[in-house]
């Protein structure tokens, strides 16, 4: 699995939206801004254990970090701050919404296993970790190896195709989750699969850097 192979298909289904949001006179930054609010929001309704309208959220806060690239593009509005803010709303949303799940205090692993709930909470944190790694290995093989050949804004990634588990799969695992009423599989899911992801990239950079 490896949705981010799939972003430029996605992108040309939203590229009317983008249309729409150019035309209403939004930035790219203000567009990223949106999807850091509507994020924040859903973690917020997922503290409150109302996890179908988060997840809706969620999806909404994807769709505004995909559509933010595709007005840079079509407005030749790419900056430097704009690639950075970017990223740094990702962390936040991610982190913030996984964070929520665990505030929710629902059962993860204690509702199956004889283990204290502090448990479910350790699970979280074992999700939050993997969902950060599994993208900062990026930015720290940037900084060290100094990759600066940019593609409509962004760095061309030497990892994008590289792991089977991604950001976007982490939205879609929580999303449907929360949808069904699942979060709490979710949550098990995203904590295996971003770390495995994780270690397939380290193993990549060290057979390709060593």
Not at 137 to 156: L, S, T
Request: charged share 15%; net charge neutral.
């Amino acid at each position: 699995m490896n949705i981010t192979a799939l972003r430029p298909r996605f992108k040309q289904y939203l590229e009317p939206v983008a249309g729409v949001f150019i035309r209403c006179g939004i930035t790219p930054n203000q567009c990223s801004f949106l999807a850091l609010v509507t994020g924040i929001a859903a973690a917020a309704l997922f503290v409150e254990r109302w996890f179908l309208i988060g997840s809706l959220l969620l999806l909404l806060s994807a769709l505004f970090d995909l559509i933010d690239g595709s007005i840079a593009r079509r407005t030749n509005s790419h900056t430097n701050f704009g690639a950075v803010f970017d990223w740094i709303v990702d962390k936040y949303v991610d982190a913030l919404v996984l964070l929520g799940v665990g505030l929710s205090g629902i059962a993860i692993v204690s509702g199956f296993l004889p283990v204290p709930k502090i448990a479910d909470f350790a699970i979280i944190g074992l999700a939050m970790t993997g969902s950060l790694m599994n993208t900062f290995i990026k930015p720290v093989v940037y900084a060290e190896i100094g990759y600066r050949e940019k593609v409509e804004g962004k760095i061309d990634d030497p990892l994008e195709g590289v792991g089977f588990f991604g950001r976007p799969e982490t939205f879609l695992v929580l999303i449907i989750g929360g949808v069904t009423g699942f979060i709490w599989v979710s949550v098990i899911i995203i904590a295996i699969c971003t770390n495995l992801s994780a270690i397939q990239r380290i193993a990549y950079l060290y057979k390709t850097l060593s």
